[in-house]
Antibody, heavy 121, light 107 residues
């Protein structure tokens, strides 16, 4: 059974760096073809694709946020970590991690419950 | 970056009726398209991938069609649990992008 769970701060101040952890179970980050991505959703808004990391540590980022985003994985801990620097109130959102499937990690078939991050001083 | 445009923004449908949702890509994505359903307070759920293949456990009343730039999600007979927001997402190239969503509400 594949599960993912996000963890991290619920409140960050403007200019701070956000670090979120996705803890996975039911699959291995070392298995060929596996990928985990991060997606966010501002309150009442649409989904926004952020970043993706493959089993071989190859990474993909949203061009609009690439300068601020870093995605890494720790296979020994079964975790994927997302950092977003220089947080701003517009970054207030629910952040989801998700398992991706299909060829080059095309779509997300298992999602975490999401974690709401508020940016406020 | 490919822009995904969904229409309508809101669709009012009576239970038992058919719902047709549209998704348009700013350039061809061949059949590299997925659909998700999201209910309030929940994570999205994968419905369709490859434009027309239902994900595991998805009822047959959900069907997807289209290719290139025009796609459709059809719910043949709306059940109470189908009232939700639906998103399309392309996976033709990077970055993957989502549409802005269509809310299906009770008429």
């Amino acid at each position: 059974q594949i599960t993912l769970k996000e963890s991290g701060p619920t409140l960050v101040k403007p200019t701070q760096t956000l670090t979120l952890t996705c803890t996975i179970s039911g699959f291995s980050l070392s298995t060929s073809g596996v990928g985990v991505g991060w997606i966010r959703q501002s309150p009442g808004k649409a989904l926004e694709w952020l970043a993706l990391i493959y089993w071989d540590a190859d990474k993909r980022y949203s061009p609009s946020l690439q300068s601020r985003l870093t995605i890494t994985r720790d296979t020994s801990k079964n975790q994927v970590v997302l950092t977003l620097t220089n947080m701003d109130p517009v970054d207030t959102a629910t952040y989801y991690c998700a398992h991706c499937s299909g060829g080059t990690c095309n779509y997300f078939d298992y999602w975490g419950q999401g974690t709401l991050v508020t940016v406020s001083s | 970056e490919i822009v995904m445009t969904q229409s309508p923004a809101t669709l009012s449908v009576s239970p038992g009726e058919r719902a047709t949702l549209s998704c348009r890509a700013s350039q061809s994505v061949t059949r590299n398209l997925a659909w998700y359903q999201q209910k309030p307070g929940q994570a999205p759920r994968l419905l369709i991938y490859g434009a027309s293949t239902r994900a595991t456990g998805i009822p047959a009343r959900f069907s997807g069609s289209g290719s290139g730039t025009e796609f459709t999600l059809t719910i043949s007979s709306l059940q109470s649990e189908d009232f939700a927001v639906y998103y399309c997402q392309h996976f033709n190239n990077w970055p993957r992008t989502f549409g802005q969503g269509t809310k299906v509400e009770i008429k």
